[in-house]
């Protein structure tokens, strides 16, 4: 990604993706200077601390073969000593747009959990339902915890998929950086953790394992971007922030996703009902398929 690509990305998610976990003071930072590696983060066993290895280069990330998963342990003994040398919304492997030039847009909705997350958005979902726009839903486990009954439906409508949003809602890194005032995991083993532990419920929820994963504030470090598709899922972050993490007013969330241009995917939330989420994406819409716009799912566009 070039210098500008991610300026642009940095200045679109200033505040943007605090809104997972509540109002955070640290909402304007940029990928630049949104946490430093934590000097005292606990290493899980088998793992070392970051920068110990003389090599920077971890092994390439490859799928769990269909005969063995890939275990907690194969990850630290994979990426315990590598070194990230990114930290924001790019990284290799990470999907930030669809693969077309066509007026088509993913709208992606995550669901975040936890204190003040927990809340579920049923006029946007309803909406979504009555205009039959597709979506992919990004959960996380505790939201699932805390809302049962709607996931099952919502996990039974074709309409919409279900994606990876995490076991407990934390940006991902392998050395402890932060975003938006909220800590990110440790460690290599931290990071199979908060992928795998909702991935985990997610299967046995689906009868299948999710395709997709997003981090809690979309942050991530190139090595845990490569632990993720080790873990067979892809790193999907956003090219146009919606709704701002929940704080935007129903009009910034209507002018900025009928803004939004062909191969888009869009990040909102669907956990915030008393934000402006919904009717915001309810004037938005109608908008964009006046100019002959589609909607679609990730796995109708991500192959």
């Given amino acids: 990604m070039t210098p500008s690509r991610r300026a642009v990305l940095a200045a679109m998610a200033g505040g943007a993706l605090a809104g997972c976990a509540g109002p955070q003071s640290t909402a304007n930072r940029s990928a630049s200077d949104t946490g430093s590696p934590s000097t005292s983060a606990a290493i899980a066993p088998g793992t070392s601390t970051p920068g110990s290895?003389?090599?920077?280069?971890?092994?390439?990330?490859?799928?769990?073969?269909?005969?063995r998963a890939v275990t907690r342990a194969d990850i630290v003994a994979r990426y315990g000593h590598a070194v990230p040398h990114t930290w924001g919304f790019d990284a290799p492997a990470v999907v930030h747009a669809l693969p077309t030039t066509r007026r088509v847009i993913a709208l992606t909705f995550d669901a975040c959990g936890g204190p003040g997350g927990s809340g579920y958005d049923r006029a946007l979902i309803d909406f979504l339902r009555r205009r039959e726009i597709p979506a992919t839903l990004f959960i996380n486990s505790r939201w699932i915890d805390a809302n049962p009954a709607v996931f099952r439906r919502?996990?039974?409508?074709?309409l919409f998929e279900i994606a990876n949003h995490g076991t407990r809602h934390r940006p991902l890194s392998v050395t402890g950086r932060s975003a938006y005032g909220i800590p990110g995991t440790r460690s290599a083993?931290?990071?199979?953790?908060?992928?795998?532990?909702?991935?985990?419920?997610l299967t046995r929820l689906l009868g299948t394992p999710p395709r997709f994963f997003r981090s809690g504030t979309a942050y991530c470090d190139d090595v845990a971007a490569r632990i993720v598709t080790a873990l067979g899922e892809r790193f999907v972050s956003f090219s146009v922030n919606g709704d701002g993490g929940a704080t935007f007013t129903p009009e910034q969330v209507r002018t900025t996703v009928a803004a939004a241009p062909g191969g888009s995917i869009v990040i909102c939330h669907m956990n915030h009902p008393r934000g402006g989420t919904a009717r915001g994406i309810t004037a938005a819409v109608p908008q964009l398929l006046a100019t002959g716009h589609s909607f679609t799912r990730l796995s109708d566009a991500l192959h």
């Fill in 189 to 201: 083993a931290e990071v199979y953790d908060e992928i795998s532990g909702n991935q985990t419920k």
């Fill in 53 to 67: 290895s003389p090599s920077a280069t971890a092994p390439t990330a490859t799928a769990p073969s269909a005969s």
């Fill in 154 to 158: 919502l996990a039974a409508e074709p």
